[in-house]
């Protein structure tokens, strides 16, 4: 009796910590001239699963190829061996409409898909937030100028991110104006967030939930899941 009761009591105690533990998420943009960088980092169990993408390039072609995106991504499950996997892909217009109309079923296939939406990146939080730019238009009194509006949109896009997730500490802003006469422009972003296992498990049931009371919900999103 006493053995079942340990059993049962490490299993529950498992089951708590298991729920309790965080999807840590780890995003870096950077621009350097034309180097550009995605970085994503995503890590589950305490470090046992972890899912690393990697955007490394970033070329705009022309107007009608649109955007060249090469992505890698690389995957590890425990302590076992990684599996990379490299893509590219091509972000143009005709691949923008796809994603809207893509945007359009899971809306019409989802009950109060926003309000799911806003509910669940409540309960995401920011814990390190640093956004740093620096630039020049070729002109000192422009560069000035713009240095107050680049100021105003950030100030203006960190005040709208307050009223959508949990902001855990102060976002650190830098703003640095070069008064050359050379155009120039560099920015980096990191952020640091996280939401715990077990309210992240919720929000899938509380989805699929809401998907079941669509009349064909389900068969739409099979459809656009096995799309890709």
Request: charged share 20%; aromatic share 10%; with cysteine.
């Amino acid at each position: 009796m006493w053995i079942l009761i340990i059993i049962v009591f490490v299993l529950v105690l498992l089951v708590i910590t298991v729920l309790l533990s965080k999807i840590n998420m780890d995003i870096r943009l950077s621009k350097y001239g034309k180097n550009d960088e995605v970085v994503f980092h995503i890590t589950m169990l305490y470090g046992l699963i972890r899912y690393d993408y990697d955007l490394p390039m970033l070329k705009f072609e022309n107007m009608e190829k649109g955007l060249t995106v090469k992505v890698k991504k690389r995957k590890n499950v425990g302590m076992g061996a990684s599996r990379k996997e490299d893509s590219e892909t091509q972000v143009n217009r005709r691949k923008i409409d796809f994603w809207m109309r893509e945007i359009h079923e899971i809306l019409a296939a989802t009950e109060s898909f926003k309000i799911w939406m806003k509910r669940t990146l409540s309960r995401l939080s920011i814990v390190k937030l640093t956004w740093s730019t620096q630039f020049s238009v070729g002109d000192a009194a422009s560069t000035a100028v713009a240095t107050g509006l680049v100021w105003s949109v950030k100030t203006f896009i960190i005040g709208w991110l307050s009223y959508q997730v949990r902001l855990k500490n102060h976002p650190q802003l830098v703003v640095v104006p070069v008064f050359e006469d050379n155009p120039q422009f560099s920015t980096e972003i990191s952020c640091t967030a996280h939401i715990t296992l077990g309210y992240a498990l919720y929000a899938g049931l509380v989805l699929f939930v809401r998907v079941l009371k669509i009349k064909g919900g389900v068969k739409r999103w099979k459809v656009l899941l096995f799309k890709h």
